[in-house]
């Protein structure tokens, strides 16, 4: 049998993000850039309560989701990483070039994420590695977040903290 657990989840109405991109598949291929509305659940685990009885002070978990939910909302996300595109921010604008395809985007409109394409799986991770700091050396063991990008079809990022 395993370690018993304490699990806090966490999917509060307002941990969501509309956000514009295009995913990058094998072969050349990607997506024509459309938007989602995102919603992101996480879900916090560890074998001990604190002398008061709570695993983790959630309001932590709660500001760091609300600010990076915050950060990417009403925005186009673009895979800074990705080998395959080519972006440059100059002039107060962000170009993006994917094979034929030209974006031009106003810069405060873009984020340029660090991650090699903008799929549900990269931000469940990127999302996970951000809680993750605000969660280290506590009784917090295991984390999980989930990106939901249309209702059915998500991706949960989960691992052992530390």
């Avoid at 459309?34 to 560890?46: D, K, M, P, S, T």
């Avoid at 309560?49 to 989701?65: N, P, Q, Y």
């Avoid at 440059?88 to 031009?104: H, M």
């Amino acid at each position: 049998m395993s370690e018993p657990l304490f699990r806090i989840r966490l999917a509060k109405e307002d941990f969501k993000f509309s956000a514009a991109h295009f995913t990058l598949f094998p072969g050349g291929r990607a997506e024509l850039l459309h938007g989602h509305n995102y919603r992101v659940r996480l879900e916090l685990a560890g074998p001990e309560l604190s002398e008061i009885g709570l695993l983790f002070d959630v309001s932590v978990v709660k500001r760091v989701i609300r600010e990076r939910c915050a950060a990417l909302d009403e925005h186009t996300l673009i895979p800074a990483l990705a080998e395959t595109l080519d972006a440059k921010t100059e002039d107060g604008s962000v170009e993006v070039r994917f094979r034929d395809r030209r974006y031009r985007f106003p810069e405060k409109d873009v984020v340029l994420l660090p991650l090699s394409n903008v799929s549900i799986e990269l931000l469940a991770r990127l999302l996970w590695e951000e809680v993750a700091v605000a969660v280290e050396g506590g009784a917090v063991r295991e984390l999980s977040v989930e990106v939901e990008e249309t209702p059915g079809q998500s991706c949960a990022y989960w691992a052992r903290i530390g």
